[in-house]
């Protein structure tokens, strides 16, 4: 499985100061979607191109442009909202397909919630986000419903990813592309990635 740490200075810089303890909502809001812009160019640039003539200002001329398949954006609920309007700065014309799932507290599976996917989505790239890859439980879990209703490409973003995460991840599905900001250390006991971002949806809404 193909695991991307996008390791530039402008997204190493703002990963150390999106990990501050006084992050305040805003600026982690702001960092999240800057964060997610950036990794998006990494995760687009194997999209296929095409050629085709234009009419320019002093007559023909040949450009290119994207060829075929279209993307979606998969946000899971409900941290990957964070990252959302990052990626669609780049892509304003995908499509947005929202997952929502809560953890079973006898089986400790992911449960489905709320599934609204794009009418298309066979014929489209998704682009799965979350701003924190722990177990992988969930991710497994939507990745299991995107192939369900035929996604052939499957890509990750995420800005934190746990080794354990991204075992489990390969085990399940090592054909799905993977980029992120970091490769933390370790899950706690808790499941939070150690040194991570503490609760990364608390900190995008606010609820902390
Ligand atoms: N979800 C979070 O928000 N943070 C973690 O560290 C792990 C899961």
């Known amino acids: ?28 809001r702001a960092l999240a979607s800057e964060i997610a812009r950036l990794l998006t160019y990494e995760a ?9 003539t234009i009419k320019g200002w002093a007559g023909p001329v040949e450009v290119e442009s994207i060829k075929g398949k279209k993307i979606t954006v998969v946000p899971i609920l409900r941290a990957g909202l964070g990252m959302q309007d990052g990626v669609l700065d780049l892509i304003p014309g995908a499509k947005v397909s929202v997952v929502g ?13 709320y599934v609204k996917l794009a009418k298309d989505i066979k014929n489209r790239i998704a682009l799965i986000l979350d701003p924190m890859l722990a177990t992988g ?64 949806g608390d900190k995008i809404f606010g609820t902390k």
């Open 101 to 113: 799932f809560y953890r079973n507290e006898e089986t400790l599976q992911p449960v489905e919630y």
């Open 1 to 28: 499985m193909p695991v991307h740490v996008v390791d530039h200075p402008l997204v190493r810089h703002k990963l150390g100061i999106i990990r501050r303890d006084d992050v305040t909502t805003k600026n982690f």
């Open 44 to 52: 687009t640039k194997d999209l296929k191109m095409e050629t085709k």
């Open 137 to 200: 439980g969930t991710l497994i879990a939507t990745i299991d419903l995107l192939k369900k209703a035929g996604c052939k490409t499957i890509k990750g973003i995420f800005l934190v990813a746990a080794p354990e995460g991204l075992e489990n991840l390969e085990k399940a599905h090592p054909d799905v592309d993977v980029y992120v900001a970091a490769i933390d250390d370790h899950l706690n006991e808790d499941g939070y990635i150690i040194p991570g971002l503490g609760d990364a």
